[in-house]
Nanobody
């Protein structure tokens, strides 16, 4: 069974870049027709999809975050990475990496999730 683990700093200063890495085990990020998402949960209810990278390396982003977001991958390490630029306190959230073979489901209710990592934006 595929397992995902997020890693990265828990505290980021305003205007800086948030960088998180998802390490995948039990499966390959190049497996055909799998999609690899970043999703966040700000304080309060509701999840926000950030973007995903496909098995072939294509990327798709939420329109509301597209101008500040980059997702990339390192196939040799079986990892994919989120960069969110020019962060503000409104970017404070628990950040999750996740995967699913459905291009639709991977944005909302992916089958496999990491445990999540808290990122706080504060000076």
């Amino acid at each position: 069974q595929v397992q995902l683990q997020e890693s990265g700093p828990g505290l980021v200063k305003p205007s800086q870049t948030l960088s998180l890495t998802c390490t995948v085990s039990g499966g390959s990020i190049t497996t055909n027709y799998y999609y690899w998402s970043w999703i966040r949960q700000p304080p309060g209810p509701g999840l926000e999809w950030i973007g995903y990278i496909t098995y072939s390396g294509s990327t798709y982003y939420s329109p509301s975050l597209k101008s500040r977001t980059s997702i990339s991958r390192d196939t040799s390490k079986n990892q994919f990475t989120l960069q969110l630029r020019s962060v503000t306190p409104e970017d404070t959230a628990v950040y999750y990496c996740a995967t699913d073979p459905s291009i639709t489901t991977v944005r909302s209710t992916p089958a496999y999730w990491g445990q999540g990592t808290q990122v706080t934006v504060s000076s």
